[in-house]
């Protein structure tokens, strides 16, 4: 009863430990970090030990499994929890506990490294499954060992010790997971405010803005052709023509941002409008020392606007010659699925942290250090919504970024299509 009185109390501090935590998270609206949760699960298992319960001279009862399995499933952090949990355990003394924290501890160090990039990929409830699969294994390895230590040893003290931890373990995983949902649905709102502020602000400046714009032009090339000008002033007329062509650009991004409908849907050749693309942007790759390399296999055509399409094409191909300043190789592959027609745009340039892959597309965010808006990929993910396809991007800093485009294949649109005319007849 003493042990399963001692067990709770310990999970008790745990539960308080990631409550505080998420009280913490919710009311500063701090995103999660590796480093954050570093902190909070040393804690827990500093608590652990610090509440642990004594069964003899050697061996004590405690959950220290918990914040070790979840830094390692989680946070792919278990070996070095498995080291603070040796020297944790070594304040105690260097005795027979010891050995035995040693051998068991580093099998489950050697699990969790296995299992760490299958586990982050599963549902929560498998999730949950494996946590417990792993305490249980963890727990009868610890009384394995106790037992051929000290055959003699309480026996009544086994039950609590294989059962409350399983019980705390669950918890404590469906609270983690509930937790990081409730992150996760907090960053979706807030990114949802702020694409439904830029859509709306889009649309404003592109209307009200656009006409002005379009007069400025006219009144320019009247004046420039003039005879009497002079040469200089020539220079300044044409300065300032191209600086309207520029912010008129940046009107039509916005307004294809706010906007993403496809006016004219026709069938695409993807080879052709690449090749168009290609000779767009080569002065631009000649600038930046960069070499376009080619490796086109045959793909079905797809459906889309042209002239969005190609937009689309453009801002990712130049979004991948800018992060190479330094001239590089950019490599663009067609290859196609049973369902989809990907082009990939593959760089050798600065590349991205995972932090900075997760924001690419937000309003206002740019990993050009001031010299960018993050527009281009903004409208490149909205032409996208609208012609049904996605955008994959992997990435690794120092070595350079891969972006793959999906879109469904002609037949596989119209299959689209006429699903979603059936469902709103019905």
Known sequence: MLTTQHLLFN???????????????????????????????????????IFSLPVNHEFRFDLRVIPVIVSGLYFNMGWIFVG??????????????????AVVYF?????MHVLHPWFIQQ???????????????????????????DPVSEMSVWLPFLLVPLMGISIFVYMLEYITHTDQLREQV???????????????????????????????????????????????????SEELNQAEKV???????????????????????????????????????????KDFFPVPAIQGDRAKFRQCLFNVIKNSIEAMPSGGTLLLTTMSTEKSTLIIVQDNGMGMTKEQIARIGEPYYSTKEGNGTGLGLMVVRSILKAMKGQL??????????????????CQQRKKSVVHDEITREG
């Open 251 to 293: 009107i039509q991004d916005y307004l294809t941002f706010a906007k993403p409908s496809l006016e004219e849907v026709v069938e695409l050749d993807v080879y052709a409008e690449l090749r168009y693309v290609i000779n767009t942007v080569l002065p631009l790759a000649n600038r930046h020392s960069v070499n376009i390399k």
């Open 123 to 149: 549902h929560s409830s498998r999730k949950i499954m494996v946590a417990i699969m792993l305490t249980l294994s963890t727990h009868v390895g610890s009384l394995a060992g106790i037992y051929l230590y």
């Open 107 to 111: 099998l489950l160090g050697l699990a």
């Open 392 to 409: 994959e991007i992997s990435s690794e800093v120092g070595i350079g970024t891969k972006m793959t485009l999906l879109f469904p294949s």
């Open 11 to 49: 999970f008790s501090m745990l539960i308080g430990i990631l409550f505080v935590y998420h009280l913490w998270s919710d009311r500063f609206g701090r995103k999660t970090s590796k480093i954050i949760w570093f902190h909070v699960l040393f804690g827990a298992l500093v608590v652990c030990f």
């Open 84 to 101: 603070l949990t040796m020297l944790l355990r070594a304040a105690f003394g260097i005795d027979g506990g010891f050995y035995v924290t």
């Open 190 to 240: 807030i990114q949802a405010r702020k694409m439904d502020a830029m859509e709306h602000l889009g649309a404003a400046i592109s209307h009200e803005i656009r006409n002005p714009l379009t007069s400025a032009k006219g009144f320019l090339q009247l004046v420039q052709e003039k005879k009497e000008l002079s040469e200089e002033t020539r220079g300044y007329l044409k300065i300032a």
